[in-house]
DNA sequence: AAATATAATGAACAGTGTTTATTATTTCCA
DNA sequence: TGGAAATAATAAACACTGTTCATTATATTT
């Protein structure tokens, strides 16, 4: 009786469903935009049912940002073309960029609101960035092993790359490097320039 | 007839009561988990008062925000007592790491919630903000001029530094820097350690 | 003291996430 | 194949939220 295999496969094709017009309404007009009530509108059920996949916003949250996380990673190793480390490590830099202002409303999902740390990041691992976080952190120790940068500690050179590109990416997409005076259009610029500049520092 | 005055003064103390009552709760709670009942129950008024002195709590938060930036200015200014610039950048940062340590809610509703830059920021100046960040600016643009960093733009210069800081510490108060596997406790130290790394690698 | 302007509020509106009792559908077994 | 049991979906409600508005209370002015 392969009748409750169905059930399954039918119980994960409704997940899809939730979680595919979740992320596209999420990209549209960003997570607190988005009600329980809108998702059941747009896949035409009940808000109640969606409660039957997800207990609640925040683990349906979690698997958007599990979806995000894995456009990331893909986003990232389709750009990591280069042979040298240092080099490699510059392109993801650069591609991480471009994502975060490809994809602003899923950047922000992913690394600046709050939820859902509360209640799923707590006990359980938060494994969905692992996999775009490895990617950077291997390519660093490879430029700390072969000594192309001035760092001794991989793993702070790895937290202190990717610090700096969230940092400006993050007051950003907050609207606070307005502080700055800074026109609209030149920003971007600014921002790859101070990368460059960055990674031409840490350099040995 | 000094009651016009007198009616002006009452005015004030009333956004004053609301906006300290605010702060206080924004502290203890953040701002998201404060609603305008609970402030106007802790100040024993009608929520719908508040909208008196408030047009919504967009601009409620912008005082606060004000507020907020003040405090971090009087901190910031107390811990710069070196002399030399590159030293003083370097008080600076680590009080800045401080701050945000201390007020973390605080730091939450300056820096990284989305509010109010919907309303207020679109048009208006953000001067909140201005008073911290020209102190950082002016001692970095010592720095420059001096020859003491391996810069040679200031902008670029003071926005790399406080993206460096600032991508430290919204990391960790969004609990991504889990990610990096760290122990809770060797956090701070480990941000620290980064940016005395980053401030010896900056540098000449 | 009466009329007017100001301040404060209770009640309501439209929305939110979420739960529960009820209804519809499907599966199972006699 | 028909009726009981299990599953799925929902309508309605709950306790909130920010916000508005008609109404009431309090000052001020005439």
Known sequence: MGITERKEREKAEMRRRIVDAAIEMFVAEGYEKVSIRNIADKIEYSPATIYLYYKDKDELLYDVQGEAFQKLAN???????????????????LAYLDFAR???ELYDLMFIIKAPMNSV????????????FTLLRENVISCVEKGLIRFDNPMIATLSIWAFAHGFISLNLRCRIKIAELGEEV??????????????????
Chains 1, 2 share one sequence.
């Open 121 to 132: 990041q707590k006990d359980a691992e938060w494994d969905n960035g692992q996999d775009a």
């Open 187 to 204: 920003i971007p610029i600014v921002m790859r320039q101070a990368v460059e500049h960055y990674l031409a520092t840490i350099k040995v």
């Open 102 to 104: 490809e994809y602003e």
């Open 75 to 93: 986003y990232l190793r389709a750009r990591i073309t280069a042979e040298d480390p240092l080099e490699r490590v510059r392109q993801l830099i």
